[in-house]
């Protein structure tokens, strides 16, 4: 695995099968806390697969953009790692020490340039690094400084503090906003930098078109990079350059802009672009184990390293640690989506309709889970019938969740009306009575919020594999982020992985959706109608009188 700072790309080689290729959201500089970001990335990356998660793999290598510093932290994100994926070693390194792994034939100087920037050499037996530093304070001449400079310079030109550049319209373009939104918009990104990152490739661009800014950019990015090359060979006898990384890699216009300069300064020392990257050098690096790996930043562990990595009390807690992740998860990527449900729901009780719940199995549960709830709304209706749930016949129900025709049956008895809000919840998104009854309700001109899981819906392991799934018949959908087949741990010797994650995030989400309505009838003016614990005082005479208004729209409120 190459964590960079844009992309984490998971390289898998299985025995019998053919190397397969991952692209995940990577993690850097900028992304909140640094070892709770990366286990939560690297962990779901991992959890999320299916060939990982039933595999007994080797070894894990890892490259890191951002390597924690603290020896605790790589040792909890390494004790994630062995309670998530059957393994039976894990090595760590900079995508420094493993891009000179890839390239190095031991007299070269290795220069990175992607979203931040970094070189390596060996002199006088060891290994030393130049740049490198961060986005705080260095990293001049990468994709994060070319593209920060180029922002820089667009705010410059709409303020008329600097020349008229294309920058300007080209960031306003690129960010999707006005001049004077633009620092705003990027100081308010979740990811600020991968994204300023993202727009080095526009300056490129501009600069080789003829931006005069944007080639002044280039020019003092070029500048910094000869003076890595300029501070290695002050300390050893460096006969060759590779520069390596996305950005020189996918720029033949800035490769040359190096190579060029290079060759005017230091005509003695050749410069290539070899056709590696980082995880080339990832793969070298977990063929070597104890003293071959390399003394810089490097670190190997293996699972008898914790102690209690075998315990009951290990794995429990290694099941709520994930599931803290998946709920960071989930808050991240359903964002957007809650706020549009709000919208729906709210929208819904404020026009004098209903919000309905609807889940089979264990997702019943959660079609309860928001229904005559202290601190809950009272217009809630969930749709509740014996054939599917789990306390008279747990495999009939099963059965019964597949056929076709009883969404009508439920509706009949269950009426829908146009305008109002309908919750399903299926875990899979597979279950023909789920995608049936989300046809009907949007017949019915009733909004239709879906909770699942898309990684289980869209897995290759799926039962159902033909058709559309839930998650493409709804309105707005909801992610549990759960991984396929829902049981997020696994133990070594244990055949399945166990700890299911979809009812404690689902229940969550529905409580932040209903806290949201909540929220929103207020601004709007609106009383919201909510219940009161029965055993507290007052409860049940505010209760009572949700219950009068409520009982014929809702028989179960009788």
Not at 301 to 323: C, M
């Amino acid at each position: 695995m190459d964590c960079g700072g844009s992309k984490l790309i998971c390289t898998i080689h299985l025995a019998d099968s053919s190397p397969m290729t991952r692209v995940h959201a990577g993690v850097g500089h900028g992304s909140g806390e640094l070892v709770n970001s990366l286990i939560t990335s690297i962990v779901g990356a991992l959890s999320g697969d299916d060939e990982l998660r039933t595999a007994q793999l080797d070894v894990i290598g890892i490259s890191f953009a951002a390597i924690p510093v603290r020896p605790s932290d790589r040792e909890a994100l390494a004790r994630a790692i062995f309670g998530t994926i059957n393994v039976k070693r894990v090595v760590f390194t900079s995508d420094t020490v493993a891009a000179y792994l890839a390239t190095s034939e031991g007299d070269d100087l290795v220069i990175t340039v992607g979203t931040g920037i970094t070189a390596l050499f060996e002199a006088a037996g060891e290994l030393r690094e130049v740049s490198g530093h961060g986005y705080l304070y260095g990293d001049e001449g990468s994709g994060y400084w070319i593209g920060k400079e180029g922002i820089n310079r667009a705010l410059q030109s709409a303020d008329m503090r600097g020349p008229q550049t294309a920058l300007l319209p080209t960031a306003l373009e690129h960010f999707e906003t006005d001049a004077a939104n633009l620092a705003n918009v990027i100081h308010q990104l979740d990811r600020p930098v991968p994204a300023i990152s993202a727009f080095a490739q526009r300056v490129l661009e501009l600069a080789e078109s003829g931006d005069h800014v944007a080639r002044q950019i280039l020019d003092d990015a070029v500048h910094e990079v000869f003076k890595i090359a300029e501070a290695a060979s002050k300390q050893a006898d460096i006969s060759s350059i590779k520069l390596i990384g996305g950005l020189v890699g996918n720029s033949d216009y800035y490769f040359n802009l190096i190579l060029n300069t290079f060759k005017i300064a230091i005509p003695h020392i050749s410069i290539g672009r070899p056709s590696v990257a980082p995880i080339d050098g990832v793969r070298k690096l977990i063929q070597l184990s104890g003293d071959e790996l390399p003394a810089k930043d490097t670190y190997e562990y293996f699972p008898q390293d914790f102690v209690s990595v075998g315990s009951q009390a290990n794995y429990s807690e290694k099941y709520l640690d994930a599931l803290s992740q998946i709920f960071d998860e989930a808050k991240r990527s359903n964002a957007d989506a809650l706020d549009i449900a709000v919208n729906f729901a709210a929208a819904s009780l404020k026009a004098g309709g209903l919000i309905h719940t609807f889940g089979t199995g264990h997702s019943h549960l959660l079609a309860e889970e928001i229904f005559y709830r202290a601190g809950g709304l009272a217009p809630v209706y969930p749709i509740l019938d014996e054939r599917l749930m789990l306390h008279k016949d747990v495999i009939a129900g099963s059965q019964n969740e597949r056929l076709p025709g009883l969404a009508e049956e439920l509706i009949g008895t269950h009426p829908i009306k146009s305008g109002d809000s309908v919750i399903i919840i299926s875990n899979s998104g597979g279950n023909q009575v789920s995608i049936d009854l989300a046809i009907k309700a949007r017949e019915l001109g009733a909004k239709v919020i879906v909770l699942t899981s898309i990684k289980t819906a869209t897995s290759a392991r799926a039962r159902a594999k033909v058709g559309k799934k839930l998650h493409e018949y709804a309105d707005v959908v909801l992610d549990n982020c759960g991984v396929p087949g829902d049981a997020l741990i696994s133990i070594p010797g244990v055949e399945f992985s166990v700890g299911p994650t979809s009812t404690a995030v689902g229940a969550a989400l529905l409580q932040a959706l209903v806290v949201g309505v909540v929220a929103q009838l207020h601004d709007d003016g609106i009383k919201a109608e909510v219940f009161l614990s029965s055993n507290m005082e007052g409860g049940d005479t505010n209760n009572q009188v949700l219950f009068a208004k409520y009982f014929e729209l809702i028989p179960l409120y009788r």
